[in-house]
């Protein structure tokens, strides 16, 4: 099996911990559940139990067919061979606006910030987010000001959504086992969490701001805006980008926004996590 799969994977076995991520999800019959990463479709078989509809996405065309083939006579499932991030979510979600929207998936790990990004930006309104990650992955997108591992991806997260419940996974919980430890994290939409315009902005400052990430703010601003407007604003242009706090992004964005169209586009972002 292992080498008949394009795509390294490693796949998710330890019946314990699906069953908690079944647990984490609260589902019912009227949730339409999206899973990233069909794999051999040890979770999408208990999906499909508790859920109303499943879309279940897998790149690997052999564990595409073999899944498939598996679940063929499941009424509630759509199965796509596709790449997860290139496809539109709101065409494909549409017909069923009168469920509630969950993600339930072990991501794959090497894809994970591309994949919150889509998340994040996607118009769909998530209930819940329910995924398995990278324990590494998770600290950085819960990494606080002035922790050396905080990047953009954690002022977005971090403003859309809140991180509610979390369950460790030990490495052998996996086939063939990985190098890293993993969590599941149940996550929800923040009530007052800024648009997905100002998130988009925000995403494009931080992603250019960043690059530069031990240079202060006001160095890094002048071709957008003069600093002394920054700080009529109250906003510390002393300060390095990582040292900035989640509110302190959103009046920097707005300001030089303002001022000047950042023209970065949101969806071309590259990750800074490898």
């Known amino acids: 099996m292992h080498e008949t799969v394009k795509q390294s994977q490693n ?4 019946t314990g911990v699906l069953e ?22 040890n979770l999408t078989k208990r999906l499909v139990l508790y859920s109303g509809e499943v879309f279940t996405f897998e790149i690997d065309p052999i564990l595409y067919q073999k899944t498939r083939k598996e679940l063929s006579l499941q009424s509630n499932i759509h199965f796509f061979n596709q790449d997860f991030l290139k496809v539109d979510l709101l065409q494909i979600l549409t017909p ?3 469920y509630s929207f969950k993600v339930v998936a072990n ?18 309104p998530w209930e819940m987010l329910v995924l398995m990650v990278q324990k590494e992955f998770y600290q950085k997108i819960m990494a606080q000001p002035g922790e050396k591992r905080r990047v953009p991806l954690s002022v977005i ?17 996996f086939r063939p086992m990985p190098r890293v430890d993993s969590v599941i994290l149940k996550c929800f939409p923040r009530p007052c969490s800024p648009n997905i315009v100002t998130l988009n902005q925000v995403a494009n400052l931080t992603q250019i701001l960043f690059q530069q990430k031990r240079k202060k703010i006001s160095n890094l601003i002048r071709p957008f805006i003069e600093p002394e407007i920054i700080q009529i604003a109250d906003i510390p242009i002393t300060k ?11 009046k920097l964005s707005e300001v030089i926004n303002k001022s000047r169209e950042i023209e970065t586009s949101f969806s071309t972002y590259k990750t800074h996590f490898r």
């Open 157 to 173: 997260f971090q403003m859309r959504y809140q991180v509610k419940q979390r369950f460790e996974v030990s490495r052998g919980s």
């Open 11 to 14: 796949f998710l076995m330890n």
């Open 96 to 98: 069923y606006s009168n």
């Open 20 to 41: 908690k991520i079944i647990e984490f999800s609260d589902l019912t019959k009227d949730d339409c559940v999206v899973e990233i990463g069909t794999g051999r479709g």
């Open 107 to 124: 991501i794959p790990y090497h894809i994970s910030t591309a994949i919150l990004f889509k998340l994040i930006q996607s118009p769909i």
């Open 240 to 250: 390095r980008p990582e040292d900035l706090t989640n509110i302190e992004w959103l």
